[in-house]
T-cell receptor
Framework: DADVTQTPRNRITKTGKRIMLECSQT?????MYWYRQDPGLGLRLIYY???????NKGEISDGYSVSRQAQAKFSLSLESAIPNQTALYFC???????????FGSGTRLTVV | GQQVMQIPQYQHVQEGEDFTTYCNSS?????IQWYKQRPGGHPVFLIQ?????EVKKQKRLTFQFGEAKKNSSLHITATQTTDVGTYFC????????????FGQGTRLTINP
């Protein structure tokens, strides 16, 4: 089984719909992150969480929200999806040193 | 905010040629990490550099961290088709810092 699991792998949704992307991990890491990947822009941080009670905005948090339901679970929501949120979304985890990140396999989201 | 710039954005080489990607930070880094993302895959940790002037090798890959700890490079000698993918650098300002800042990535394609 994968250390970091993202669901769904692919999703097509309509403009205005609410959608949730889920991430779970078996690494036992406290820190979890949501990144968005767009061609030519690399990986941009949306939100991150250092533990269940700690949620922080990243550089592009507008239009997104998150929930840390447990140490192992961190979900990303788009309250009202718009086409420019079409992208590849990655969840990642690390321990407190952040010496290395472990990424999930990604969710490819298309908003039409 | 902190920025990490990576060049080139794209590089196409003939198999057997060398390849180098460069990373520059606007601020001094505690460490720098490198990740590889195969086409259709997710970023996978390659290495971390911590010390000023550090050089590490992994088979045909050579990683360097600048003396000022603001720049880094990844050099691949005699590329092979298995090297295809996008290479990301990611900088951390201080140990335990809140997050890594990723460069935009260099996409390497190889003509066999």
């Amino acid at each position: 089984d994968a250390d970091v699991t993202q669901t769904p792998r692919n999703r097509i949704t309509k403009t205005g719909k609410r959608i949730m992307l889920e991430c779970s991990q078996t690494k036992g890491h406290d820190r979890m992150y949501w990144y968005r990947q767009d061609p030519g822009l690399g990986l941009r941080l949306i939100y991150y969480s250092f533990d269940v009670k700690d949620i922080n905005k990243g550089e592009i948090s507008d239009g997104y929200s998150v929930s840390r339901q447990a140490q192992a679970k961190f979900s990303l929501s788009l309250e009202s999806a718009i086409p420019n949120q079409t992208a590849l979304y990655f969840c990642a985890t690390s321990d407190w040193t952040a010496k290395r990140y472990t990424f999930g396999s990604g969710t490819r989201l298309t908003v039409v | 905010g902190q920025q990490v710039m990576q060049i080139p954005q794209y590089q196409h080489v003939q198999e057997g040629e060398d390849f180098t990607t460069y990373c520059n930070s606007s601020t001094t880094l505690s460490n720098i990490q490198w990740y590889k993302q195969r086409p259709g895959g997710h970023p996978v940790f390659l290495i971390q550099l911590v010390k000023s002037g550090e050089v590490k090798k992994q088979k045909r890959l050579t990683f360097q961290f600048g003396e000022a700890k603001k720049n880094s490079s990844l050099h691949i000698t005699a590329t092979q088709t298995t090297d295809v993918g996008t290479y990301f650098c990611a900088g951390q300002i201080s140990l335990g810092a809140q997050k890594l800042v990723f460069g935009q990535g260099t996409r390497l394609t190889i003509n066999p």
